[in-house]
């Protein structure tokens, strides 16, 4: 392969088998003369019950002195993921130093994760979530709808960034 000649297809999960693949790539306009170094595949999400094991600060119920952090704990995506590590290692370093965080605001994307994570879904049929507007808590006074749903975005925005903010304020207190 010369340099600049290999491109990736990201998140291309599926269950065809890699000749099938190729014949439908090769039906692409451009692809017919295309050589593939990698083909997808399906992957194995490894995850825990985390509403079942974790308490709202992501540690081990059990066992309150393991804390669980990214993707294992039931969250999808990269910014999730790093999210729920960076909340976990915020919690562990506030607890080695004798402080106390208050539980991260539910109206924030990171308060629903982990409310989704510790105790929102059901722990019989939990899977792993994105973050989406479907976790936040319904705003007061917004109208449904598809005409609603850029100023129900908004608000929803708007109120986390307040929550986080405030948040952080009682943290530097």
């Known amino acids: 392969m010369q340099l600049g ?3 990736n297809i ?3 999960q599926t269950k065809m088998k890699y000749g099938a693949q190729t014949e439908v790539f090769k039906m692409i306009p451009g692809l017919q003369d295309a050589s593939f170094a990698r083909l997808g595949g399906i992957h194995r999400n ?3 019950n985390s509403p079942t094991l974790l ?3 992501m540690r081990l ?3 309150p002195n393991i804390r669980f952090a990214g993707q294992i704990t039931g969250v999808e995506g990269y910014v999730e993921s790093a999210s729920m590590g960076l909340l976990a290692g915020r919690y562990a370093a506030a607890e080695i130093l004798g402080n106390d965080i208050p539980p991260i605001p539910q109206d924030t994307a990171m308060g629903a ?3 989704h994570i510790t105790g929102g879904a059901d722990a019989k049929t939990f899977q792993p979530m994105n973050v989406n507007f479907g ?3 319904p705003v007061d006074g917004l109208k449904g ?3 609603g749903r850029k100023d129900r975005y908004k608000a929803y925005t708007d109120r986390a960034k307040v929550a986080f903010s405030e948040w952080l304020k009682q943290q530097d207190d």
């Open 5 to 7: 000649t290999l491109y």
């Open 10 to 12: 990201v998140g291309f």
């Open 46 to 48: 490894t995850f825990i």
């Open 55 to 57: 308490d709202a600060q």
């Open 61 to 63: 119920k059990s066992r």
């Open 113 to 115: 994760l982990v409310h």
């Open 135 to 137: 976790l936040f808590q």
């Open 145 to 147: 709808g598809r005409r």
